[in-house]
């Protein structure tokens, strides 16, 4: 583990990833002392007004400081991100751990229900999941994260099948330990690798696919200042205002570049050292 | 007559093989298909074959992780795939080939040795400190070795660490499946050395399991030859090289470099091994026995006693 | 006898992140016209690394190799890669080791060695197929026009092997180099792969370079035999020479571990000491620290090779004083 750790510090693109994740990562625990205005405060003598030096990025269209905005946006996105991953990951580990290790009809019913799960494209699940439960924070994170669950199901199932071959597994079994015990001490940590180099990439795909369904204003509900839902409105004012697309925009590709950027480093840094090792 | 430790009684194993579209036609592999085995307290039992003779499947078996087709395995008289299975099971320790997947490459030595000694019911971490001390030495590993990971060994070292953790829980018997085939020849002598004194030693019943005549010749006190899924003979180890009967036996023998043994009266197989899928009627070596008669062809030989502890299953005797 | 092919100083380096691999470090022998030579070793002895390099089949970008390889009076390290394309197969030839991966499962065994024929010496599609099935009922496959048109899987790992004999013989090369080519065979079976190789090289006049880590098989076929240790070679001599008067502890060593019938239950002598890493060797003589006989001479200085008794080479300290020195 130390190992990894002090590998991936020294990758180029896990530097500049970790630089850019943590930068935004202060910022929304940060946002309350760091942001100037209070972001839900509307001024709509200052409606529409481009970045200055009172407003660095600008108001939007009743007057909020977008900077303020953008600080406290970023917990929306950064929690929505690591809620559904989290939920998509620990669900799908869990079954992808029991079908692989336990097989049979248990196997071949999960196999199947994933087949059916990954055949749906996950945007369109995240949204009949938002039509069917109805907008809100953790009807959020639910229809995004059961868009995951079937990931880490393939990817832990092809794992535990490969340890679950070897001898060490065997000679655990012939110690009389329970299957439990073998499952958590042997082969979790074999499979922990791949799972931590897809959820890092998932949290980007998550905090894309929120802000896609707050651009369709079924995400988070206004007035908060999600940077999807802060991208649907300022869809109006494209021409006259663009500051307002831009800044939410661009704060979206920089979280997800940073994601991917961690993501794509640590498959690197493990890839080769598994083959070493 | 040393009591009988381990006892296999009309054993088999098949193995379902798929063909034919949707796979409806449904062909068995007969990786084992009607075995009787003693093996006595005490004694080290080499077990001898080539590739699909069903040896490795057998001693699956017997360790107690395959359950049999048919069959009854009965340590101390009592079955080990019946109700009594978790007392049992951890008398019979099974040390596989392969030293690189016979170790969690994630945990270091002494982990390893701890999760055996506390799963044969240690608790105290002085009692398991001191048993891992103990452990290494016996198997002539130096202290320093229990901070290390597999991949930090050599293929020798890893092995004698596999055979630690065997012997953490004190099994009463051990199954060594070509332990040594993946090693070096300096090596190999090594841990053959090691086999022989810990179960000097500890008293150890062992059934070893190799392709290796010389190495199998060497170190067992009888031998079973095992050909397509049947023992064709049991005999003990001094005779294997004085008193062959078998022809299968005599063509394995007559197949080795002179450097390990001068055969006088050779035998040559015909043609190549049948499939454990189709097996031949009657003896299972008819097809390929230069002594081949008709009633080979019908009739399925027993295993019949010839001499002291000498067991042949051919129609010439 | 003539040389057919003399190995000079040969040095073959591997160049990783942080260090060099010495594989072969220093070898030099000479094969000759007719004659069977089993280079023999352990793991790391560097005996593979030797095969290939003569064959030029190793990477260049992270191989060094330093030295000579005459064959034929040229040397094989000066060729270009399409001068040494027109001397494998029809000069020399390699069995790998494994033969399942060394076949095409995508093709039909019969393909695969009309495709030789065909690229090598330009026979029709017809001729090609004609003299494969020659081939392959010269290496003994039965029903061999049926076989022709079956698939790797579909054969045995024997019946694969004589396949790729059949590949390597085509062309009646002049070296034949084959990387253990019953390791994973058998014990029955390496007996008659065995024999079938030994018969053709004889049948052919060729000179055959077989690399294996068994004494057992290097005795039972060669005419000359070479320990290699580390990199080194550490003794050459006839099989006769070898086995019965080895001169090299290392040599010793290796024949009193092995289990033989007539030692029942006596010890076998194990080597003490594992196998050195080949980026750090042992200074002076490889072999010293597990040398039961090493003195302090054996740390400092490295052994010549020197010849005890004509073609019987050694290098060891033990036998430094004697005869004339290696040239």
């Not at chain 1, 959820?199 to 206004?222: K, R, Y």
């Not at chain 2, 990786?31 to 093996?39: E, L, Q």
């Amino acid at each position: 583990m130390n190992e990894v750790v002090r590998l991936l510090l020294r990758h180029r693109g896990a530097q500049i990833g970790l630089c850019i994740l943590l930068t935004i990562i202060s910022m929304a625990l940060l946002a309350d002392v760091l942001a100037p205005y209070d972001p839900y405060k509307a001024n709509l003598r200052d409606a529409l007004k481009p970045p200055s030096l009172d407003h660095p990025m600008g108001t939007d269209e009743i007057g909020r400081d977008i900077l303020s905005r953008i600080m406290y946006g970023a917990r929306f996105s950064l929690f929505i991100a690591f809620a559904s991953v989290a939920m998509g990951a620990i669900i799908g580990v869990s079954i992808g751990l029991l079908s692989g290790y336990y097989g049979g009809w248990i196997d071949y019913v999960v196999q199947r229900m994933t087949d059916i799960l990954l055949a749906l494209p996950g945007v369109v699940l995240a949204l009949a999941l938002v039509a069917v439960l109805g907008p809100g924070l953790t009807n959020l994170i639910v229809a995004v994260g059961i868009g995951f669950i079937p990931v880490y199901i393939r990817i832990v199932r092809g794992v535990t099948l490969q340890v679950k071959a070897m001898e060490y597994v065997t000679a655990a079994e012939m110690l009389g330990l329970s299957s439990l015990r073998v499952l958590f001490k042997h082969i979790l940590p074999n499979v922990f690798p791949s799972v931590m180099v897809q959820v890092t990439l998932h949290l980007g795909s998550a905090v894309l696919a929120a802000a896609g369904l707050g651009f369709l204003g079924l995400g988070v509900q206004p007035p908060n200042p999600e940077w999807g839902a802060m991208i649907g409105t300022g869809r109006n004012y494209i021409f006259r205002a663009p500051h307002l697309i831009i800044f939410p925009g661009l704060s979206l590709f920089l979280v997800v570049l940073g994601f991917n950027l961690l993501g794509a480093a640590l498959r690197e840094v493990l890839d080769p050292r598994l083959r070493r090792g | 007559m040393p009591e009988v430790l381990i006892e296999g009684i009309n054993l088999h194993k098949y193995f379902p093989v798929k063909e034919g579209l949707l796979g409806l036609k449904k062909l068995w592999l007969k990786a084992v298909d009607g075995v009787n085995i003693r093996i006595h307290k005490g004694e080290m039992l080499g077990l001898v074959g080539e590739s699909g003779s069903g040896k490795s499947t057998l001693g699956r078996m017997l360790a107690g992780i395959l359950k049999p087709t048919r069959g009854v395995i009965r340590y101390r008289g009592k079955d080990v795939y019946g109700h009594e299975y978790r007392l049992i099971r951890k008398k019979i320790q099974l040390i596989f080939q392969n030293p690189d997947s016979s170790l969690n490459p994630r945990m270091r030595i002494k982990d390893v040795l701890e999760e055996a000694i506390r799963a044969g019911g240690v608790k105290e971490k002085d009692t398991v400190e001191s048993r891992i001390m103990e452990l290494l030495r016996d198997v002539g590993l130096g202290q320093d070795v229990a901070m290390k990971y597999p991949h930090q060994l050599s293929g020798g070292m890893k092995q004698r660490a596999a055979i630690a953790r065997a012997l953490a829980v004190n099994p009463d018997f051990i199954i060594a499946d070509e332990i040594v085939s993946a090693l070096d020849v300096s090596v190999k002598a090594q841990i053959l050395n090691l086999m022989v004194d810990l179960q000097e030693k500890f008293g150890l019943t062992c059934l070893f399991i190799s392709h290796d005549i010389p190495v199998v010749g060497y170190i067992s006190d009888r031998i079973a030859v095992m050909y397509l899924g049947k023992i064709m003979e049991v005999l003990p180890a001094d005779k294997l090289f004085e008193e062959p009967l078998h022809p299968y036996t005599r063509a394995l023998l007559s197949s080795m470099p002179s450097l390990y043994f001068n055969c006088d009266d050779k035998v040559i197989l015909k043609g190549e091994i049948p499939s454990p899928v189709n097996p031949p009627m009657g003896c299972r070596l008819s097809t390929r026995c230069p002594f081949a008669k008709g009633i080979c062809r019908r009739v399925e030989p027993e295993l019949k006693r010839i001499g002291n502890e000498h067991f042949v299953a051919c129609h010439l005797y | 006898m003539n040389s057919l092919l003399k190995v000079n100083d040969l040095k073959v380096h591997y160049l990783l992140a942080n260090s060099v691999v010495r594989a072969v470090d220093g070898v030099t022998f000479d094969l000759k016209e007719n004659e069977i030579f089993s280079l023999v070793g352990e793991s790391g002895s560097g005996k593979s690394t030797l095969a290939y390099a003569i064959a030029r089949l190793l990477d260049s970008s992270y191989v060094r190799i330093y030295g000579e390889i005459i064959f034929n009076g040229i040397n094989l390290l000066e060729l270009s890669e399409i001068e040494m394309e027109k001397i494998r197969g029809n000069l020399i030839s390699m069995i790998p080791q494994d033969s399942s991966a060394a076949l095409n499962p995508a093709y039909t065994v019969g393909e695969q060695i009309a495709e030789v024929l065909r690229y090598k010496k330009g026979l029709s599609h017809k001729e090609a197929r004609d003299l494969s099935i020659e081939l392959m009922k010269k290496v003994g496959i039965p029903d061999a026009e049926k076989r022709y048109l079956d698939y790797p899987h579909q054969l045995s790992g024997g019946m694969n092997q004589r396949v790729v004999i059949a590949i390597a013989m085509a062309l009646k090369p002049r070296l034949i180099i084959a990387d253990e080519p019953t390791s994973a065979l058998d014990v029955t079976v390496q007996a008659r792969i065995l024999e079938l190789l030994t018969g053709l090289v004889k049948e052919y006049g060729s000179t055959m370079l077989l690399i294996t880590h068994d004494l057992g098989v290097a005795a039972e076929v060669s005419d000359r035999i070479g320990v290699m240790y580390a990199g080194k070679l550490m003794e050459i001599g006839s099989k006769e020479e070898i086995l019965e008067k080895p001169l090299h502890p290392y040599t010793q060593a290796l024949l009193h571990a092995v289990p033989r019938f007539h030692k029942k239950k006596r010890r076998l002598k194990p080597i003490a000491g594992m196998v050195p890493n080949l980026s750090s060797p042992p200074s002076g003589c490889r072999f010293h620290p597990r040398c039961p006989y090493r003195s302090k001479g054996c740390i400092l200085q490295e052994p010549l090779m020197v010849e005890v008794e004509p073609g019987h080479w050694v290098s060891c300290n033990l036998h430094a004083m004697e005869a004339s020195y290696h040239a």
